[in-house]
């Protein structure tokens, strides 16, 4: 892995707005965990228990709360936060293809588009009638911007994106591969003998700075819209289903499936393979851990939970029969405590 | 929102075959819930428990059952299913983009295909040898068509759908971005050393009237086909392995995944993000539940699940411990409910 | 369904390195299951439980072990495991379309691109600068292939592979359509506010003799590499995050999520839909079954299980009730053991 950048370690202290101690002059051409780097990296202590990595770790420099910079005797940038310090390093160390800006010439844009300055449309891509991109946004190769679409400025789609018709974007707003924005909500009237498609006269409404991975699905709402607020951290795989709306800077981890019309708060996590079952709402600032199920609304802050720990399949065997009378054991034992109480 | 088309209510009461009670005179011009439509919308009362909101809705008219029609005063449409009519109107008031037919001239048709008429074929699709389009179908902005797939007449593939080889869509078929029709069964055997693969060479089936969401796989058969019958519908995410066959009528919500070989029966309804064992059989009408997992054969009608509810994170912390002790505390709990008699 | 190749018995018996008894001559134009094959087909006999079936099947020949070879009558081809030489001949039996090797007319290839000797490069793909393709390897339509990613020798990229920049692929590795790897890890600091995007500057090194399903997900590392070693076999939807390794021949099913820096073992299998928090290491000849979620490290080979059993929701209901008492069961069973232990 090469890097393309590399600072001094005054010039690293300037833009990451650190305190330097030690070496300005060191070169930093990379960045890696405490254990993992070696000579020219900058590293970072952000969980105190990895504090003993300090004395062997190879890195040329490391981001380091005050209190703790004591126990470093190498060069180091004193900041309040290591870790958010260090995620903006990766930007100054963003080694990821940079494309001029230009409308590649395979590319089929409809003339009733609008597209902005140093825009970057990639090959193959397709845009639509009376679609608008926003100043500055990139559209990686053979992506598909539907009808009416908008995007706002400063987006990213990378290759193989797709955003069906009236789907809006905000500004700088980030979505991976394969990721389809604004497919038809899952809504079937049952006849009696079939079920009969409800169309879905919504769309998707996606705010300002959100970041959706690779091959993630977003449903249009039956009738109004589903959202997604700003700053909201998508993964990859994710389902949202119809109507849902999804609250500011909620972040929603790999392979989560939230049903249709639940309304999830702001600062939430949706941990990995989670799920929601439809038409709940969800407060603020709840975090659900990885595969749990939330089946019913959830109206306190908090961590929760379901499901059973792995164990050897051996063993869960005879547990799960036991589950299955779990209501006759709670029962049994009931009448035992009273039938010992009597005695 | 912007709806394209308007009605008179008269023309509704015509077109979706409901009886009139009111003005007809009214202008429709879109569709909304109880609580949610304002005036010149049409909303519609299903489950009875939102009776109350007839009274406060905005809606300019309702559809409604006649039993319940004396609750509303204001403009009705009388009919015995409010839910499916409304099902209906919504196909009225459908507001997607309408493609003219047409080939577009990046679309890539190798000779040997049949191309029925009235068919659009949109940007960079890729239509392989002897592959042949129905009547009147649209094939979305790059999609894949492969060597001898076939589509029937009147079906819709969404941007950037994939029909591998062979593959055999029946008349009606919808099919959402990113679904993939037909790659390889996951099927190997190991040598001891290494795994071999078993080549793939059943295909898929798919019959008339089946809707499929976004970014939904369903693998072609290791000798003979995988099935989906007539009227199924299949949501986002879905994983649908080799060999399966699925019943007509069943509904399948995101992200279940069917294991390889599971013969699911008629008008089933498999929940989010459930899932079912390889080489089991589900009758007809079984219902399994969000997240739950079918670890056998059901042989009876129903309603199923499995898991357990979330609960607060530190009291399931708790419970999960006791779930590992579940035999063992059976097994004390009938001890002491012998010696217990003894006494 | 159609098979493209007939053999004589006798010249499969070659093919395959296997014992002829019977009649050489007999022509073999396809494969089926002891129940479902035909004249003309040839079967096999793997799993002794099916071996009742040998005397009503209408298979033309039968692999077959020869411990087992004298409880059929008819043409066979002993083998010391036939399953394993029924896998080989699906490869004789493949009825897959095969391209010829050249460059369609549409894709987009950078001039700084490397493609190697009788390579096939399919319609409307894209090759970034400086990518390099192996000698006779197979690039499906609408394929990306992202700056500096590579391909060895052998490769088949079905339509709508996505390869992000620098991502490395060994030889003879298969992807099936709609999967996407390299996309950036899913990594922020939250900074009080908001999330702060850890850019993503690891890539996937992905070994020889992988396959990968359709609409799976690898991230590319954070600082390091994401590691997918040589003969692991991934099935569809599978998602595997930033900073995982995969050990040699293990085996991922379907819609299986592993977070990030989890180190799984070699010749492991991963259930479908079964899951691993971060952070963890499983060790060699791991199972873990389905929908099972892999909570801590795993440091003992064997399988493992968490989840329940699906049952009737009525029984459940009330089980799932009692699960939330279970601590507090469990307690009140050891108050009784003892206040009757003291009686």
Known sequence: MTHKQSYTLGELAELLDAKLVGDGRCRIDGLGT???AGPGQLSFLSNPSYINQLATSKASAVLIEERLSKDFSGNKLITPDPYVCFAHATGLFNNSPKAAPGIHPTATIDSSATIGEAVTVGANVVID???SVGNGSFIGAGSYIGESASL?????LYSGVTLYHR???GVNVIIHSG???GADGFGFAFDGEKSVKIHQLGSVVIGDDVEIGAGTTIDRGAIEDTIIEQGVKIDNQVQIAHNCRVGAHTIICGCAAIAG???IGKYCIMGGGSGAVGHITIVDKVQVSA?????KSISEPGMYSSGTLHMKTSLWKRNIVRFQQLDSIAKRLKELELST???
Chains 1, 2, 3 share one sequence.
């Not at 706002?152 to 990213?156: K, S, V």
């Not at 595969?291 to 089946?295: E, Q």
Request: proline residues 0%.
């Open 34 to 36: 405490l254990s993992g």
């Open 129 to 131: 009638a009376n679609a």
């Open 152 to 156: 706002g400025a400063g987006c990213h």
């Open 167 to 169: 789907v809006s974007l």
């Open 179 to 181: 990721s389809i924005i």
């Open 261 to 263: 019309s639940v309304n």
């Open 291 to 295: 595969m749990s199920l939330v089946s």
């Open 341 to 343: 109480d009597k005695t």
